[in-house]
């Protein structure tokens, strides 16, 4: 499900609090669909309480883009009707941090939703990273430095090129690190240092 999707979902959890009843989420994200459920944008919703009419206006009043209540959607013995909804694109990608920054104070921010993890190696000697991103084709590079002994290393962009997979288990012999992955073998890239 798209981060504004789940935004929505919460938002009409949180409206729903105290009421009688169980939100029943019965249709969400499905790659195998077309349209917005495959892009993960549409729920079918359902309310063990509530009428269909009911459930579609805090859905709407919750941020839903969409809300419908399908023609055939009558009360049956497996339940009541349930309610199509549906959001519009949004931003992927939230920063969680504070609304104000002051000048020269260091803050955290953080990036949701987490990115999944990338397959990393480092050079023997430390002072470079290679990233891939799974099913990229891409091989990213960082240097790795600190700015006195006692400091933690800094990554800074170095460069990102493609790269031609082949099957094999991960490795780099030219930079001299072995990917680590999790259980499973990736694809074999050949990385020539600058």
Known sequence: MQRVTALALDRLLDRLHGEDGQLLVTGAHDPS????RAQGRALVLRHSELS????????FDAGFDF???PPDGVPTAAGPPHVEVA?????QVGVLGPFELVTGETTTVIAVPH????????????ARAYLSLTGSHRITS??????TRNDLPRLALDRSVP????????ASPA???TWRTPGWARSRYSIRPA
Do not use: H
Request: aromatic share 6%.
């Open 33 to 36: 669909l077309t349209g917005l």
């Open 52 to 59: 269909a009419g009911e459930l579609s206006a805090r859905a």
């Open 67 to 69: 809300v419908e209540v």
């Open 87 to 91: 959001v519009a694109a949004g931003e």
């Open 115 to 126: 990115p999944a993890p990338a397959d990393a190696c480092f050079a023997p000697d430390g």
């Open 142 to 147: 960082f240097t790795a430095a600190a700015a």
């Open 163 to 170: 790269v031609a997979p082949f099957p094999a288990r991960s």
């Open 175 to 177: 930079a001299g690190c």
